[in-house]
């Protein structure tokens, strides 16, 4: 499924569960998109993969095997943000005042 589809599937019906469990819309919304842009480049099914398979001309597997640091890179990522959801909240309570 497509990541903008996904997102307009699931806020509706997860927001309000979120919410009711005390966590911040702000993260829940920017964990979602990134944990969706996740998924699309990641195998087997990582559409952003065969994308880049088209665009470039190179085979899947040295693709793939590039992108394994970014993979990495974004799965730690997630991890802190998981751990300190205020690496989310406080760029934006800083530029909005909130």
Known sequence: MDA???IFILVPILLPTVQAVGVSPLF???FLVITLS?????PPVGVCLYA???VTGLPLEKIVKASVPWIILIAVSLCIFILFPQLIEA????????
């Open 91 to 98: 760029p934006v309570a800083l530029i909005f005042g909130t």
């Open 4 to 6: 903008t589809a996904a």
């Open 52 to 54: 880049a398979e088209n």
């Open 38 to 42: 996740f998924g699309l480049i990641t």
């Open 28 to 30: 829940f919304v920017v």
